[in-house]
């Protein structure tokens, strides 16, 4: 397995640009995930990367991938409250075994 | 379009009960997989299925057992519960052997007093 780091909190102002960052230390890791988490519900699949790709964009998300120090982050443009959640990285070198960050949690304040 | 449905949303356990969580998918996902949350941490796979008949352990399966009933459905039992797993269950499914690309159901929060 793997361990994956990410910081607990962010707080941003709605119109600004949430920036969440991840760490992990299997530098086998082929999959990396993103994924939402609001109040009271399941995990939502965000978006996710491979390890052959450096960057994705999906609209207001960007995924950017960083190998050699390997690290992951997630920038979300014109942050709204909508998406004030919890966001879980998570990371994998094999099919069925996923191994998650415990998460940041991300305030979008008007 | 109902997609991952587990039953019960909550449940109270006493020390020593049995019980069983149940999860359907209607999206005719091979794979299907349990995990846990606990506060302040990341989700922890349990149990998962690969395909229909076939079942294999997690990171930490001790204390459940695991029924993959038919396609559709997979079963989570805890047959002697402990205040240890005291947690949201959640069930996922996927339609690929990448478990990264997978639909979560609403979860089940159980407390075992």
């Known amino acids: 397995g793997e361990d994956v780091e990410q910081s607990l909190f962010l707080s941003v102002r709605e119109g600004d640009s949430s920036v969440i960052n991840c760490t992990y230390t299997?530098?086998?890791?082929?999959?990396l995930y993103w994924y939402k988490q609001e109040p009271g519900a399941g995990l939502q699949l965000l978006t996710y990367i491979f390890s052959n790709m450096d960057m994705k964009q999906d609209q207001r998300l960007t995924v950017l991938l960083n190998k050699k120090d390997k690290h992951l982050s997630l920038r979300i443009a014109d942050t709204q409250t909508g998406d004030s959640a919890i966001y879980f990285c998570?990371?994998?070198?094999?099919?069925?075994?996923?191994?998650f960050g415990k998460g940041t949690s991300l305030l979008v304040t008007p | 379009n109902a997609g991952v449905t587990q039953t019960p949303k909550f449940q109270v356990l006493k020390t020593g009960q049995s019980m069983t969580l149940q999860c359907a998918q209607d999206?005719?996902?091979?794979?299907m997989y349990w995990y846990r949350q606990d506060p302040g941490m990341g989700l922890r796979l349990i149990y998962y299925s690969a395909s229909e008949g076939t079942t294999d352990k997690g990171e930490v399966p001790n204390g459940y057992n695991v029924s993959r009933l038919n396609k559709r459905e997979f079963s989570l039992r805890l047959e002697s519960a402990a205040p240890s797993q005291t947690s949201v269950y959640f069930c996922?499914?996927?339609?690929?052997?990448?478990?990264?690309?997978?639909?979560f159901g609403q979860g089940t929060r159980l407390t075992v007093v």
């Open positions: 996922a499914s996927s339609d690929s052997s990448y478990a990264g690309l997978a639909f």
């Open positions: 999206m005719n996902h091979n794979s």
């Open positions: 998570a990371g994998s070198n094999s099919g069925y075994a996923l191994n």
């Open positions: 299997d530098s086998s890791s082929t999959y």
